[in-house]
């Protein structure tokens, strides 16, 4: 009987799918207006995306990008993002934390895969491959 407790999560979710409908009328009736799916709002106070982000952050998207066209030749923004990266100016409130999914945006994974961003001072020089060729070392 291991695949009991497989075959009662089956059944629960075959029920619930089918009178899903029934079921949350039920609590609409029981609990009211205290119960709501989907109706979350923030308010943040922020300003857009391009304004929020500092001027760090930036710099680190549009050095990223730059290296990504002219070293590997492919693009990750759009020409339209990345010129509102370079135009707008930065708010006065600022987001916390990771600006993008970019996994490599996220300092804790930058360490773990010992990646030097494009936006450091002199990057070949802490490059160090095995090969004899300098050219690639910013790729």
């Known amino acids: 009987m291991p695949a009991t407790p497989l075959l009662l999560t089956f059944w629960l979710v075959l029920f619930g799918t089918i009178f899903r409908d029934l079921i ?25 995306y391009f304004r929020v982000i500092d001027i760090h952050d930036k710099n680190w998207s549009v050095k990223e990008e730059e290296n990504c066209r002219n070293v590997l030749n492919m693009r990750i923004l759009n020409d339209y993002t990345l010129s509102k990266f ?28 010992q990646y030097f961003s494009s936006d450091l001072a002199d990057r070949s020089k802490y490059i160090i491959d095995d090969d004899s060729d300098e050219e690639n070392d910013n790729a």
């Open 86 to 113: 370079k135009g707008t100016e930065t708010g006065t409130k600022t987001m916390k934390g990771v600006h993008s999914y970019d996994i490599l945006a996220n300092p804790l994974y930058l360490d773990d895969f």
């Open 24 to 48: 949350m009328a039920l609590l609409i009736k029981w609990f009211g207006s205290r119960i709501s799916i989907g109706d979350l709002e923030l308010d943040e106070d922020l300003e857009s």
